[in-house]
């Protein structure tokens, strides 16, 4: 069954790298690479769609279409992430893409071993089946067919998590400032340290993603960021989102009932992180609120599923088979995804009852430490004394 398992997901994944390798210019990376064209020529704004097309002009192997509005990708990252294409800009963009899908292998690779060292004690096959649902289920799967990132991104939290076990804050706080170039991801989780009271985690997070934000400003300008911003916000991203505010978008087509959902649930979330923070340990609280951040955000799109890996992890130790059941439940709620948008998807709903199980599973099967708990309640009592 975990051979059969594994054999499933691996197929499919290379099925998604198939079509990006055969329509390379329908991928998000062939934005990322007329962005970093368009900056380099200085054509202007690399948030605007004609300087768009012009800088898909100037990529190797290109046949741009006649008008921006033809542009199958919208290319809306932060600009440090235009630097991703930098080393292939001499390259025709398909074999970039081919080098680029490789990269992506490499990087779920490591995330696998990553997670393979928190096994406990589950048998080979079984934690591979486990590692496959949670990277290689269809949601996660569209990380190939559009060669995105963020398979890069979740390296970087899956150490950043094995940091904050060890204590090795400042470590932890840089990589997951690094996480933050899409802060659609990592913003629950600062809140979340926040309330255990990793300062230090906190401090370290910050100063990377205002050097980031400082580097990025100094790359497009200031009135070029405050559009990409701009870029971010639009209805239509809101609805192809998987977070629970883009059903919303869809039913009102309004961008303002979406964003005060938004809110709403960001409310809901910090407040279930407050009464279960004496439950779970700081690593699986971040994960918690990573997963929470992926099922509620505003922007989290498909490829996003990926960050659900740690909190998943963290159930596989005990139910390793409820986490490739819920992996394959990803792969139909993909494969039945409509053409066209529609009101209610299964990509947003059963993500959003997965972690919601998952959450309440860990909380119920975990206590942290007692060292963690004293130092939790120490700090709080410190922190009422002086506030008397």
Not at 6 to 34: E, H, K, L
Request: one cysteine or more; charged letters at 10%; proline letters at 5%.
């Amino acid at each position: 069954m975990a051979f059969a398992s594994v054999t499933g997901s691996v197929a499919m994944a290379a099925a998604a790298s198939r079509y990006a390798i055969v329509y390379p210019q329908n991928s998000d990376f062939a934005g990322v690479a007329a962005a970093h064209q368009a900056q380099a020529a200085g054509l202007g704004c690399i948030y605007s769609r004609s300087v768009q097309l012009a800088g898909d002009h100037l990529v190797p192997g290109v046949i741009p279409p006649p008008v921006a509005a033809d542009l199958i990708w919208h290319f809306n990252e932060p600009p440090l992430m235009t630097l991703l294409a930098a080393p292939f800009a001499a390259l025709r963009l398909a074999t970039a893409v081919n080098l680029w899908e490789l990269i992506i292998c490499v990087a779920l690779a490591a995330s696998a071993f990553l997670l393979w060292r928190s096994r406990g004690s589950l048998p080979g096959w079984v934690l591979a089946a486990v590692v496959a649902a949670l990277l290689l289920n269809e949601i996660a799967n569209t990380e190939f067919s559009l060669a995105q990132n963020d398979a890069l991104l979740l390296v970087a939290a899956l150490v950043a998590l094995d940091l904050l076990r060890r204590h090795r804050d400042v470590g932890a706080g840089v990589l997951l400032g690094l996480v933050a170039v899409k802060p659609q991801l990592i913003f629950l989780a600062v809140i979340a340290l926040l309330i255990h009271h990793r300062w230090r985690v906190v401090a370290a997070c910050a100063g990377t993603v205002g050097a980031i934000g400082a580097l990025s400003v100094l790359m497009v300008g200031t009135s070029c960021s405050l559009q990409w911003l701009g870029s971010a916000t639009k209805l239509g991203e809101f609805q192809i989102g998987i977070g629970l505010p883009g059903t919303l978008a869809r039913l009102t087509g309004s961008t303002a009932a979406a964003e005060i959902a938004f809110l709403a649930f960001a409310l809901v979330a910090v407040v279930v992180l407050i009464r279960i923070r004496r439950r779970v340990p700081t690593p699986h609280f971040a994960a918690i609120a990573i997963a929470l951040a992926v099922v509620i955000g505003l922007h989290t799109l498909a490829y996003d599923v990926l960050f659900l890996a740690p909190l998943g992890m963290a159930v596989a130790r005990s139910r390793p088979w409820s986490v490739v059941v819920a992996g394959w439940a990803f792969t139909v709620a993909q494969l039945i995804y409509p053409v066209g948008l529609a009101p209610f998807l299964a990509t947003e709903l059963v993500p959003s009852v997965a972690v919601t199980l998952a959450i309440a599973f860990i909380v119920r099967q975990g206590t942290p430490s007692e060292e963690e708990s004293q130092r939790i309640t120490t700090t709080s009592h410190q922190q009422l004394v002086a506030a008397t």
